[in-house]
């Protein structure tokens, strides 16, 4: 704003020295011209001098300006090597130091196979079912973001990518963007993280398939007050109303919304359980006037020995669907379930099941129902070998025997473990 | 204009002004007496407390006896951190896989990555084993900042518990007396401690040990052991047929007695071993709370001290 005011004042003065036409005005021209530049000079050490310092500081986490007074014997390892010693040029911005404000870079492949016949829905011998780009960071005292691209074999999608705002007052979490919904558990898990190759019957049949109800809108959620040693917290969302075959908007109005409720409990140091209720509702593919209504439960118990956690642990899963399918001539009322448990046996081997139950979303009649066995082998916490024995039995009695088998590998920035 | 969308609309926002009714209901900024602290693992809580005495309340996350790498992010721990006025934690990535998700879920502005109320206390101590060159995974879990473990030399204990001291000051300046005070009483008494400790391990000095997973750089690196092998061939890559072979050959060679393990691995593998060797598995504990008698930091040194040097003694 200053700049502004001293080149405007540049640019009005030869005005009124023009008048004058005296010696002085020029002199006093020169010097103003003189004093910008030294100020621009100033401006661009001091933005050289920030650029490195704080890059370092980012990796250290915890600025050291915010301790008072050091101790002497204090040392700062990592931010030593990079800080110069006096201000820097900017030459493009070009400087190891600029790579430290990266976003942590990680790719997920997710290769399938599968062999055996399915008549109704069936899957290449190979593909390369998924790549995930993950792109997160930290973007300033108040938000982080974070960005799933997923290469497919039908081209780039954006999985997710949203801001999440940390700092809002009340315990207040807000995300903005495009996300996967908090319908649930199975929805709300990318597929490298789910305890199986494909997803539940209930999943394609209510949910929207692989996809899920995933959209671009506005989430807030927020613990809530509960006796001691209850974890709840409700969610609540609004999303554009476009996700895979469950809605469909057909005007700016149809709005979905989701909203859950969660309920944690610690039963002792090694065990847990977690329910949920959800409730999503939207307008579906018939236009504005029929409306999609899901009302989802899930219950989750979780065995983990704290001092052998590494080596064995149990989880048990259920969800249940309810969806109400407003269509022409009936509304159709569809019901869809699956349980799950996985158990590991050690530190690389993990073996699991799933039973599934669902009717179809359009015509409740029909119901499919299928069970699967896993077996998982790790051979680092960086990939995963899998396979999966699939037996489905679809509505019109036709039945389908698969075997698929799954590599993922990570590449790049750690991600969090899933729970 | 009674159109389904503005039913919606209001169905929507009223529940999210439900959420918000609910947020203005508990006041949790209220004037508390003690400063919360939750740490991420039991040592910097019992280096917290030493300074902070009857001026904090203190948690930790994850216990004693867990292996850090591999906390839950259990959101029994988000009702801890949503209160907190200050979280610490070790740093160097070791708590990568856990704590980021919870401070992100927390909801609570104050401790978030640069606020005031997050502390890393890796930034006040002595970091050994910092890569340089090229990393890769093939290295296995590699910490590219350094290594982790970093809070098992006292001297780093001192650093890092002057650092909580200045950060309680700078928190609650009325007390910053008192912390100093606190401080002080505690250099002093770990002074005394580590000379007990260096007169224990002096004739140890050199011996040679093998240990389940890199926990101990700066451990050994204090009391003059010399780590020349580990179970794991890899961090974080459980042990192999082929590098147990070359270990308990390596282990023969160089008349390796002692096995480190950390509580949280299974002792098959260095039971076997040792069998093999005769040397002798201890099961040391990297951390506060590990073993119900390790209930702070001097107690966790007098214990590992303690079963080192019978360890030793027996080996020679």
């Known amino acids: ?419 | 204009m009674r159109q389904p969308f503005s039913r919606f609309v209001f169905s929507t926002f009223s529940f999210i002004a439900a959420l918000a009714f609910v947020a203005i209901y508990p006041s949790p900024m209220a004037a508390a007496s003690k400063l919360k602290v939750v740490t991420a693992t039991t040592d910097l809580a019992a280096l917290a407390a030493e300074v902070g005495g009857e001026q904090i309340s203190v948690e930790s996350i994850a216990r004693g006896y867990q292996d850090p790498h591999f906390v839950e992010a259990k959101p029994s721990f988000l009702l801890k951190l949503r209160q907190a006025d200050l979280l610490i934690a070790v740093g160097l990535q070791l708590e990568i896989g856990w704590l980021p998700p919870l401070i992100t879920q927390s909801g609570n502005p104050r401790i978030q990555v640069g606020a005031a109320g997050y502390l890393d206390a890796s930034q006040f101590s002595e970091i050994l084993e910092i890569p340089t060159g090229v990393i890769t995974r093939a290295m296995g879990d590699v910490h590219p900042l350094g290594n982790p473990h970093y809070w098992l030399d006292p001297e780093n204990g001192r650093r890092i518990a002057r650092g909580i001291q200045l950060k309680f000051a700078e928190m609650r300046p009325d007390d910053a007396t008192y912390f100093e005070q606190r401080f002080q009483s505690f250099a002093q008494r770990l002074t005394t401690a580590e000379k007990t400790w260096d007169e224990e391990m002096k004739s140890f000095h050199g011996s040679k040990v093998v240990t389940y997973h890199r926990s101990w750089p700066n451990f050994a690196k204090r009391f003059g052991l010399d780590v020349v092998g580990y179970v794991e061939p890899r961090p974080g890559i459980p042990p192999s047929p082929g590098h147990t072979v070359e270990l308990i050959q390596m282990m023969r060679r160089e008349n390796v007695k002692t096995i480190l393990v950390e509580p949280y691995f299974d002792l098959k593998t260095p039971n076997s071993i040792a069998r093999q060797t005769g040397a002798q598995v201890i099961v040391l504990m990297p951390s506060v709370g590990g073993e119900k008698e390790v209930t702070d930091y001097f107690k966790l040194f007098d214990y590992d001290i303690t079963l080192l040097t019978r360890a030793l003694k027996s080996a020679h």
């Open chain 1, 1 to 419: 704003m200053r700049k502004v005011f001293v080149i405007a004042c540049i640019l009005i003065t030869p005005w009124v020295a023009s008048a004058q036409e005296s010696n002085d005005t020029q002199e006093r021209l020169k010097a103003l011209e003189e004093r910008i530049r030294s100020l621009e000079a100033e401006v661009q050490s001091l933005k050289a001098a920030q650029a490195t310092t704080q890059a370092p500081a980012a990796q250290a986490t915890a600025p050291v300006a915010q301790t008072p007074t050091p101790p002497p014997e204090v040392q700062l390892p990592t931010a030593a090597p990079l800080t110069p010693s006096g201000p820097l040029p900017v030459y493009g911005g070009a400087s190891a130091a600029a790579k430290a404000l990266n976003p942590d870079v990680s790719v997920i492949g997710d290769f399938i196979g599968a062999t055996g016949h399915n008549p109704v829905q069936s899957i290449p011998a190979f593909q390369m079912h998924e790549s995930e780009v993950g792109l997160q960071a930290i973007i300033d005292p108040y938000a982080r973001g974070d960005f799933f691209l997923t290469f497919g074999e039908q081209g780039v999608g954006l999985e997710e990518g949203y801001i999440t705002f940390t700092s809002l007052p009340g315990g207040f979490v807000a995300k903005v963007g495009k996300m996967r919904s908090s319908f649930g558990v199975v929805n709300t898990l990318h597929n490298h993280v789910l305890s199986w190759i494909d997803r539940p019957l209930v999943t394609e049949n209510l949910v929207g398939g692989e996809d899920g109800i995933d959209d671009a809108g506005i989430s807030i959620s927020r613990i809530l007050p509960a006796p001691e040693g209850i974890f709840l917290e409700a969610t609540g969302q609004v999303f554009r109303g476009d996700s895979g075959d469950v809605f469909t908007s057909s005007q700016r109005s149809d709005v979905s919304a989701v909203g859950r409720v969660r309920g944690y409990r610690d039963l002792t140091d090694s065990t847990n359980i977690d329910l949920g209720f959800s409730y999503a509702r939207g307008h579906n593919d018939l236009g504005s006037a029929y409306r999609t209504e899901l009302f989802g439960m899930d219950a989750t118990f979780r065995w983990k020995p704290l001092r052998r956690a590494i080596y064995h642990n149990f989880l048990t899963r259920t969800e249940l669907v309810w969806s109400r399918r407003e269509q022409f001539p009936s509304i159709q009322r569809a019901f869809g379930f699956y349980t799950s448990s996985d158990y590991r046996l050690n530190r690389r081997w993990t073996v699991g099941g799933r039973y599934d139950q669902s009717d179809r979303a359009r015509n409740a009649s029909l119901t499919d129902s299928g069970f699967s066995g896993v077996l998982t082998y790790w051979p680092s916490e960086f990939s995963q070998i899998r396979g999966q024995y699939r037996y489905t039995r679809y509505a019109d009695a036709r039945d389908a025997n698969e075997f698929l088998f799954q590599f993922l590998f990570v590449l790049g920035a750690h991600g969090a473990h899933p729970f």
